[in-house]
């Protein structure tokens, strides 16, 4: 069981880094809409981000626990009136977006990740999403080292109903084994029973007096 806790935990540190340092950005997309602007990450995972906005025209995401890949793009669809989008690598696993472009500060931010559909994040959101998947893997370990503890109680009880199965088959092999031993004559059984004896001597005469008269 200890053995399984520390595998488990070893996962879980191995997962935590890997949302940490295996998480890259591949794609930034600047898209018009009627009510303001859609900002799309394309990344393996989702995030955490926080949104600083400078002016109406610009401002900045803080993405943590990403980093840019590097054949990384950017793309502009239906905005005209969109200057730069610039993708800074600030260290530790974090970008900083830049974004310049006519009312700005009113966007949404969406992740567009392999695993999932286009979801639409907030700064609580998402840095809940990230704790809750940790939480939910803890508790996925939690069940399945339960399901082994009790797989391997079943293997246990039905082991020991073997032994007890077979340690009552030998006793009865040995209870029969002793009856068998009490109720098999012995080889001079005839010479130490009296009325055998008896019947012998008798026997032996009369075979004499046959024998003498002839």
Not at 112 to 141: E, G, K, M, Y
Request: hydrophobic residues 40%; aromatic residues 6%; proline residues 2%.
């Amino acid at each position: 069981m200890k053995k399984l806790i520390l595998l488990f935990t070893t996962l879980l540190i191995t997962t935590s880094a890997v949302f940490a340092g295996d998480n890259y950005l591949n794609t930034v997309i600047l898209e018009g809409t009627d009510s303001g602007y859609n900002i799309i990450l394309r990344t393996d995972e989702i995030a955490s981000v926080k949104k600083t906005i400078t002016s109406s025209n610009k401002l900045t995401l803080d993405v943590k626990g990403v980093t840019s890949a590097d054949s990384m793009s950017t793309l502009y669809k239906n905005t005209s009136q969109a200057n730069t989008v610039i993708v800074e690598n600030a260290g530790n696993n974090s970008l900083k977006i830049h974004i310049q472009a006519k009312d700005i500060a009113n966007s949404n931010i969406i992740f567009d990740t392999p695993a999932s559909a286009p979801v639409v994040v907030t700064d609580s959101v998402s840095h809940n999403t990230i704790v809750w998947s940790i939480v939910a893997f803890v508790v996925l370990c939690g069940l399945f080292a339960r399901t082994l503890n009790i797989k391997e109680d079943s293997e246990s009880i039905i082991q020991e109903a073997i032994n007890k199965d077979m340690r009552d088959r030998e006793i009865e092999m040995y209870k029969n084994y002793r009856k068998e031993l009490l109720t098999i004559p012995s080889i001079d059984y005839k010479i130490k029973n009296p009325r055998v004896q008896e019947t012998i001597r008798r026997a032996d005469t009369i075979r004499h007096l046959q024998r003498n008269a002839k």
